[in-house]
Each structure stands twice: as structure tokens, then as C-alpha cells.
């Protein structure tokens, strides 16, 4: 039996665009029922918004980099592989001169550390199956590129 997941999201906006595209403020508030947390958002400072706000190419990022953590977790785990911790620095690059404007690449990379005792070739191909596994790097046409580092405790 298949079932189909449904996600939902609530946006809001309050302001008035009557002053121009360089003073309109682009505060917005983002909730995700039933998740009781809100996010307040803006736009990247280079489309006027505020650098003490995330935006949605942040956003963005950060959903590839969270599916790939918790793909992974779940690989790991059901793979009998004790993880100890996991990390990543993430970047995603967006060129104003490649038309349309988009994210063209992701690059995430896991500093993951296992306990002794773990193959670190297993463990590299349980990376690439959370990879393969992963609904948002599935969802998404920009290509994601991982780079993992994987250490031993000591």
C-alpha cells in the first residue's frame, strides 16, 4: 500500500509596496502546520532584504542539507553503523547571469564521524545511498554535489 505525503505551509505579509521597490519591507512570517514554530524571513541583502533574516535560498539550502542528514541517520542506524556526530558546511551557488536566476549547484559537506570499529567504505556508499534516497535532492533539478569527510572516533 502506497500513500501520498501532503505538506502545507502558511505565508504572510504585511506592508505596503506603495514606496517604491527600494523601501518596501520584506519581512515576511512562514509557519508550517502543525509545526507550531514560525520563521520570520526576508530576502538576501542583495535584493534589499535583511542579512539578520534567513531567506529562501538559505532555505533551500538548508532542506538539502537537513534530507541528507536525516536520510543518512536513517541508513546508518537501520545498517547497524553507530554515527557519533555529522556536521555540515553547505553552500549553494546562485550567477545573476545565467538565465533564469537559480541555484545551480549544491555542495554539501558532511564531516561525519562513526564509531571505531566502522568500515569507512560502508559507511561512504551509506552516504551515497542517502544521497540517492534523499526526497528533496530528488525534488530538485540543481545538481547537489556531496563531499563528505568520514573519521573514526578516537
Known amino acids: 500500500m502506497t500513500s501520498t505525503h501532503t ?3 502558511r505565508l504572510s505579509w504585511v506592508g505596503s509596496t506603495g514606496v517604491g521597490y527600494d ?8 509557519a508550517a502546520p502543525p509545526a507550531t514554530s514560525e520563521l520570520a524571513l526576508s ?17 533551500l539550502l538548508a532542506a538539502a542539507s ?6 543518512f541517520l536513517a541508513i546508518a542506524a537501520r545498517s547497524r553503523i553507530d554515527v557519533l ?7 549553494a551557488i546562485m550567477p545573476e547571469d545565467q538565465k533564469p536566476i537559480r541555484i545551480t549547484r549544491i555542495t ?3 564531516k561525519i564521524v562513526v564509531a571505531p570499529g566502522a568500515d569507512l567504505d560502508r559507511v561512504r556508499r551509506l552516504v551515497e545511498k542517502a544521497h540517492d534516497a534523499c526526497y528533496i535532492a530528488n525534488s530538485l533539478s540543481t545538481e547537489v554535489v556531496l563531499e563528505p569527510v568520514i573519521e573514526v572516533a578516537a
Open 43 to 59: 530576502s538576501d541583502p542583495a535584493f534589499r532584504g535583511s542579512a539578520e533574516l534567513m531567506n529562501p535560498e538559505q532555505l
Open 66 to 71: 537537513s534530507c541528507q542528514l536525516l536520510s
Open 7 to 9: 505538506y502545507r505551509s
Open 85 to 91: 556526530s555529522y556536521a555540515d558546511d553547505a553552500e
Open 23 to 30: 523601501s518596501y519591507d520584506r519581512t515576511h512570517r512562514l
Open 108 to 110: 554539501l559537506r558532511p
